[in-house]
């Protein structure tokens, strides 16, 4: 059997990453016809098809995306043991994709990226915060983070902390309308929605004692971000359901108020996903340990 070219990985990596033959050959300093040339020989050795192409943009196919992760971490790892012996010492380096939800991203992840790259310049990080729930593998991100519940996937997940949910108004509202002993009092408010939920009106609560109710809340706003809600709710606009560390400060300061106390919502996660590859890169491993000891430190 003849022995694969392990060189053209890169070349097809830098393909699928950049979406064109041409953005790649820009990335890579060579020529368009280089680069397209050993991305035929590839599928001519591998004898699969792992791009469709059209006049603007390549996309890969299901063996495609499939010998893209492998083919990644192995040009990764590559990178990353040549730097190793080059630089004599064993620190990060590359490129490092996160992301995480806006309000998480602002107050605890930010900071740490800031922190991670003035520690280690030789990583490029890309930060993208959006409630939007991105799939690390499709959308090619090293770490993401989660708040709340996580569905079935073959991505790797770390539970970091728990949460609990927690209704809260402003202290005029709750002045106005009045603080409910019982959960079925919250109806009468309005009640700010949060889009990205997929269940977000509909809420049981658990007693002290045992008893379950279900509340069917009364839609007066929506919102997509967890911060513009908070910013709503503080403006007296009406309640929201929210996790208890994203607004800790509001109610020690008396900005937000907690209705309901003696009742309890399901409890959620804080989780880092990862893609599920065997390789890692130190970035990433580094990252993430750094990450997880600042979250411990700002929650306790």
Do not use: C
């Not at 971490?73 to 590359?94: D, L």
């Not at 079935?152 to 809260?168: H, P």
């Amino acid at each position: 059997m003849k022995k694969p070219n392990l060189n053209r990985l890169e070349y097809f990596v830098a393909i699928a990453e950049e979406g064109t033959i041409t953005a790649a050959a820009d990335r890579m300093r060579i020529s368009k016809a280089v680069v397209s040339k050993q991305l035929q020989l590839l599928e001519e050795e591998l004898g699969a098809t792992l791009v469709v192409r059209n006049s603007r943009h390549l996309n890969l196919t299901e063996t495609g995306q499939s010998f893209f992760e492998a083919a990644r971490a192995s040009v990764a790892q590559a990178e990353e043991a040549y730097e190793m012996v080059k630089q004599g010492r064993a620190e990060p380096t590359g490129n490092l994709r996160i992301t995480a939800p806006l309000d998480m991203g602002v107050t605890y992840v930010s900071p740490v990226v800031a922190e991670f790259r003035i520690a280690y310049p030789a990583v490029t990080i890309d930060l993208t915060l959006s409630d939007t729930r991105f799939d690390p593998v499709e959308a090619r991100f090293d770490i993401a983070y989660r708040v709340g519940w996580l569905a079935d996937s073959a991505n790797v997940a770390r539970k970091l902390s728990g949460f609990q949910q927690i209704v809260v108004a402003s202290p005029k509202l709750a002045e106005q309308i009045g603080k409910p002993e019982h959960p079925q009092g919250l109806a009468a408010f309005p009640f700010v929605e949060h889009r990205a939920l997929p269940n977000p009106l509909n809420w049981k609560f658990l007693s002290a004692t045992g008893e379950t109710t279900d509340v069917q809340m009364n839609p007066a706003l929506r919102a997509d971000v967890t911060p513009a809600i908070k910013a709503m709710v503080q403006e007296g606009a009406g309640i929201s359901i929210l996790p208890d560390f994203f607004v800790k400060k509001e109610i020690e300061n008396g900005g937000l108020i907690q209705l309901v106390p003696d009742w309890v919502l399901p409890t959620g996660g804080i989780y880092a996903v990862y893609p599920p590859t065997q390789f890692r890169s130190a970035a990433t491993k580094q990252f993430a340990q750094l990450f997880a000891e600042r979250l411990r430190n700002s929650l306790a």
